[in-house]
């Protein structure tokens, strides 16, 4: 076959990267690498440089777009102009292939006369394969010499830094490598009986033969190419070696080793080494890292990678993986197992999800993951498709141990473990993955993408691993293996994070890497909405995850170009949002037709339910034959199994119809949040015109966040085509160009929709003292007035405590506390205290007195089974003191819980106390304090806590039982939306401004210094102290530290703060007003959850940062709170998504009442009115439905 690397004609011979074409005149077209592909002339030249086709245009002009793929993926090259070269870096396109026209070129047939004479010597075909390499090629093959630390190849590249001449640049790169190429290979020969490599190879290398070297077992394990890799910058001079035989009893069956240094927290199981076993670092072991201006290794061979470490440094050697039992004793086990059926595989929540919790260290172009509690959160920023490194560390104890639990757990078909382990057995399965940040899983099936560190030991790669290993090595100083995984930062943006795992335990993460925002440039928003467009085309999803990475660029997109510039990405992002559209529509069918198929079964399920049995109408059924006759008899089991079917069907069809509710209400929230992205982002109308930016502010009028529907489209019905409910309908139906009645009509449309399912017509808008619209001056403030009077009013009358009341809770704290100390059941110094709402100053005078025991420290051998042992006997000494109503269901529980109730004599009228007493409960009493002190300092907070209670209790939305919110859910829900918002003696709650001035100081993180004296700007410390003052033993989870500080002493210079800050007359409406308006409109539920962890200046606390530590659900829709000291624990995890729809609802309802109460004509309501119209009791038909 002839190669043509120029010509005219049609060639269906392989080019090696410059394709020919046809064309009048010269011109210049993409051409790519092409391996035996077809050379077709076309209008538009793609050359691509993995599959072999190269496709060239040549028509006497400019060559089009055309396209390379990288090591990773395909990414898009630019334009090249004809008549001028373009060099291209490895990052982008191809270089432009040469085509002239007016010519035929050489034709395919055997008899042609060949183009040009070949060269016979072997190097001299070397020489002309790299001369018509592409540029990119070039810059591939040369780019590990330069990572490797080659002198002559780092000479080149220090050159191009000088001088920065491109043309140089490649040319010397060419040179380089056909001279490396040229140079004559050593073969590698096999390994001799002991283990050792072949002295002749090292010394071919200049190399002594070390007994490092003879530990090096496994040819598959270690590579001896003159060009090894080094490791990442950062690292602290690794050994060159792996092997730890010059340190006595080094082997991974013996202790642990010491620490790593730089750990910022001891990983568990780790022990400290003897001074003994101690290595001192060799300082001429050092090995530089790469040149400046190169990126980290992408994949390079491993020097010293089979690291065996035997008790005997002249012992025999391991294989570098454990070979597979023999094939009879695996016949023999698999004969004795018993035949089982295959169990249903179980979900495993993932483990180690703090970075305290993990034993390794994981970094991202060596930036570190956050400490605990760290501030501010470190995070990495990159572009898409930008190359990342992700570089691990694992402690030796650590591997150690893992390796000899799974050989021991595998015994019983192994045999006895074996003496000697090698490194490689304890890296083998251990792999790095690049996971969407908040993931619920680890794992090569959960990943964007997951690289394992060990090479396929199968040449055909079946296992599907690499063929080579990635770089990873030993330091021997630190005691622990690192190593270094390429990857490339995901196309589409959003936030990443690396982790580390095993595959065979992917529920257990090793390291978590920080977060890594992908974030497009100007030049990467064409390629980043082309290839969303393409997943919408190619429908191999259901289209969720594509709208959210259109929701995601059209969010972040912050131009510094102008319009023009952004023409063609504006029809792509156009065409992305019709493909949305599109997708929602196919779903609403698809919801249409199965609630009707649903709707259907149900029916006919109750008709058949409904039909008589025919022995009762007297009907006898048979045939003739008596052998046919049917007895129509039923006996009672099988009329039960009938019954118990027919429930389990119809619970089957009730699962179906809440999964097609809820994957319809998914895909109508996230399309919404496309058009939300798209209409609140005020840079929108450089991508989009703004017609079409009209219709999509138009289309978002429909939407009701409180129903999480679209209403229907009344322009869409008038085109004719009758879309279902719900259902956005063409775009070709709205008007153009959009006008106000246009706007009005929609929204009209929405309203009608919320009139229907919610009842009433929510009020969005403000209805503050500075609000504009409305006349404040007079009535405005007399309306606020009259509501904070009321409320003021209310709390004193009705929910605060007495000192009376506080009287009689002490005493009968001080009566249980003497049956406990005379019960002889607990230790000497049992205490007991309050907790709860009875102590916390959010409370009532009718609120239940919650009691703990706390058994001193001193008492170590009291464990739990003694406690509940304990408290089982204390409750007969409670029934003997004359208590009542003692119940000890509840002494299973976590938190074993006894409840009675102590007789009382108040002033002579007999009233019983309900009291709960609990065992060790520390964190209750913890939180007890928190709120304690905030009621201290703001009075107001208790005040609002009071009336949000009380309208909670009668709306039917403060039950756990019934999955609604706890009071405790509230009262935290309410500080957070206190300590977040900024607050002015107007009555305007606004965000945080440049000078920040909380309504309430968070108490966790305010700067001790100026609570003290609060003069001068709010301050806040950079994270919580951790110190063996702060840090307390969680009682029920053995692995997991409270964090307990909080801002307690000298509280007298916050409460002047707080009552300086506000106006008495006002704020209490003014805040109310405000927290109801949050919460139903201002929080976003789908991507933040409700956390006094987080700084008064900063966002709310991202629902992708709990998800990521604590393994929340990233997709759960609905409210999420925080627990202050918990961090884990979701106190609104009872709250189902219906319920949540619920209390959003109402938290709207309430707001709206108050705008009607403020708007209304004629004389303004009494404060008294407005709260008993927001406090209204639900009837029980409203509960129940």
Known sequence: ??????????????????????????????????????????????????????????????GRDGASST????????????????????RGGGPPGRGNGGGRGPSSDANAKPAAAKKAPEENSIEEKIRLMSDQDVLIAFGPHVRSGDSEASRVHQEYLSNKSQRDFIKNARKFLVEHESKPKTKVPENNSDGSVAKEVADSYNKPVTQADRNISDKKAVSVSPSAPRPPPGLQAPMQS???????????????????????????????????????PNPSQNRPGPPPGM????????????????????????????????????????????????????????????CEQQPGRLFANEMPAAAFNSAPEPSLTARPRSELTARWVLPLPYLRNRALRRFEAQKAVHGAPPQNLTIRDALDNLAVGLFRRGAMDSGSQSSIVSKEILGSSDSAGKTGRPSEDYFF??????DSVFGTVPFYAPRTPGNVAFRLYYEDEPHVTLATGPCIHVIPADGDVDSVLRFILSNFKSKKTNGISSMNSLASVLELFSPRQNERFFDGAGRVAWGCICESRKVVEQAGYTYIKKKKDLEDRLVAESIKEELPDLNSLGIDVGHESSACKIDVTHDEEEKEKEKNASSETKAKWSLEEYSNERKWRDMQLVYASVLKAAVSNDASYVLLKRDLLSKIQLEYELWCPMTEAFAPNIYASKKGSKPGPGLPGDVSAFPNPVGKDHVKKCQESRNNMQEQVLGFIPQSRQVLPSAKGYQWKKAGRNFFKELSSAMSEIYHDEYAVSDKVWKRRERVRATIESIVSTSGEFPVGTKVAVFGSSANGFGSPNSDLDLCLQVPPSATGFTKENGVEAMTNLATKFTDAGLTDVDTVRLTARIPIVKFNVPYSDDGEEILVECDLSLQN??????????????????????????????????????????????????????????????????????????????????????PSWAQNPVGPYREIPAKPRNQDTMMQHPTEPNYYVNSYFYRSGLEGLQRFCSENHDAETSLGALLASFFHYFAYDFDYKKHVVSLSTKHSSHPMEREIKAEEDGWSLFRQGL?????????????????APNFQHIRKEFSLAYTKIVDAAYTKGDLPTGREIIDLICEPVSDDQSSA
């Open 922 to 1007: 520390p964190l209750a009493c913890l939180n007890t304090s928190l709120l304690h002190a905030y009621s201290k300092i703001s009075p107001t907070a208790c005040v609002l806590a009071s009336i949000i209670k009380r309208w909670a209790k009668n709306r039917d939305i403060n039950n756990p039982s019934q999955h609604t919110l706890s009071s405790y859910g509230y009262v935290i829900m309410l500080i957070s939306f206190l300590t977040s918002r900024d607050f002015n003696k107007k009555g305007h709650v606004s965000d945080v401004g440049n000078e920040p001035n909380p309504i309430l100081p968070n108490l966790q993180l305010v700067d």
């Open 473 to 478: 090595n030993v330091d021997q100083r630190t």
């Open 295 to 354: 990126p980290a290794p992408i994949r390079t061979p491993t020097v010293g990678t089979a690291s065996p470490l035997p008790k005997n440094p002249t012992s025999s050697i391991l294989p570098a993986r454990t070979p597979p039992p023999p094939a009879a004793a695996a016949a023999k086990s698999a004969n004795n197992a018993p035949a089982t059926t295959p169990a249903k595989p179980v979900k495993v929540r993932r483990t180690q999800t703090r």
């Open 1120 to 1136: 999420a709170i925080e627990d202050p000291f918990e961090l884990f624990y979701d106190v609104a995890h009872v709250v189902r």
């Open 1 to 62: 076959m002839a190669s043509s690397p120029t010509g005219g004609g049609r060639s269906s011979a392989p080019s090696p990267g410059r394709g020919g074409g046809r064309g009048g005149g010269r011109g210049r077209g993409r051409g790519g690498r092409n391996n035996g592909g077809r050379n077709n002339g076309s209008n538009k030249g793609r050359g691509d440089m993995n599959t072999g086709n190269n496709n060239n245009n040549n028509n006497g002009g400019n």
């Open 71 to 90: 090591p990773s993926g395909n990414s898009s090259g630019g334009r090249s102009g004809g008549g001028r070269r373009r060099h291209f870096s490895a």
């Open 242 to 280: 792996v092997g730890m035989e010059d340190r006595k009893d080094s082997s991974i069956n013996n202790n642990p080793p010491r620490l790593p240094p730089g750990m910022g927290y001891p990983p568990p199981g780790m022990a400290s080494l003897p001074p003994q076993q101690r290595v001192t």
